[in-house]
């Protein structure tokens, strides 16, 4: 029997990935739409009533966990594809069809999707997930730590020991206390969406900072930011009035 499914992801390119990589190991599911918009994805959720929804966590204007608390009325399976804290790679391994990083993996999509299939008829999925994702989200945020992938794992880095982050293409620099950094596989923006719940700022296409480690603020030079490292950031000028008004 094929499976319906839908694709939500604000990244056009993954969307892209995700399709070619499903029709290549899972033929038995049929994606029927995909999204880089979540709020559009649920609009039409109740009229495609898909088996399998492929959906980011890390998305601007609606994040995964939104989407999935106000997507009443859905009974099917949802497979997580993005990077995020690893106390939810645990719970929601336990509750929803399966946890996947990017890049995919084809050996775990299909492994992802068989899962899904087997769960299908559990009808309390949303309800779990959810109760899963609020204590989740409330632990990080009172331990103030996040745990960012590697190349052999996870690291757990406590958010007041980051100085800032700075942006490479599709991988970030975190700059922490003692001059210590760490280079990991994830693009700026998902660091920022991991980050801003602590009260991180992005001032900068390529610098996110942390506002607790800022020493001095200079208006030369079209304005920067002196770090408790003395690095230098600066500022955009379309960011500059927000990161005024906020100080």
């Known amino acids: 029997m094929a499976l319906k499914c839908i694709l939500v992801d604000d990244e056009q390119d993954s969307l892209e990935v995700t399709r070619l ?34 959906l980011d966590i890390e998305m601007p204007k ?6 999935l608390k106000q997507a009443e009325g859905f009974s099917g399976q949802v497979i997580f594809v993005t990077a995020y804290d690893s106390f939810a790679i645990q ?12 890049p995919l993996s084809g050996d775990e999509l299909k492994l992802a999707v068989k899962r899904a299939t087997e769960r299908l008829r559990k009808d309390d999925l949303r309800e779990e997930v959810i109760e899963l994702i609020d204590a989740i989200r409330s632990k990080g945020q009172a331990n103030g730590r996040v745990t960012f992938p590697t190349s052999d794992g996870f690291e757990f880095v406590d958010t007041d020991s980051i100085i ?15 001059a210590t950094r760490l280079l990991i596989s994830r693009t700026l923006k998902s660091v920022e969406e991991m980050l801003v719940p602590f009260g991180f700022v992005r ?3 390529s610098y996110l900072v942390n ?6 603020f200079v208006r030369n030079d079209g304005g920067y930011l002196i770090m408790s490292d003395d690095t230098r950031i600066p500022i955009a000028r379309s960011r500059r009035s927000d990161f005024l008004k906020d100080l």
Request: charged share 25%.
């Open 62 to 67: 609606m994040n995964g966990f939104e989407f």
């Open 21 to 54: 990589e499903l029709v290549e190991h899972c033929p038995n599911v049929e994606v029927v739409a995909s999204y880089t918009d979540a709020r559009e994805a649920l609009q039409d959720l109740p009229e495609l009533d898909p088996d399998l929804i492929f």
């Open 91 to 102: 719970a929601i391994k336990a509750a929803a069809a399966d946890y996947l990083l990017k």
């Open 211 to 216: 506002p607790n480690h800022i020493v001095r």
């Open 203 to 205: 001032v900068h296409n």
């Open 164 to 178: 800032y982050c700075q942006g490479d293409n599709n991988y970030t620099h975190v700059h922490r206390k003692a």
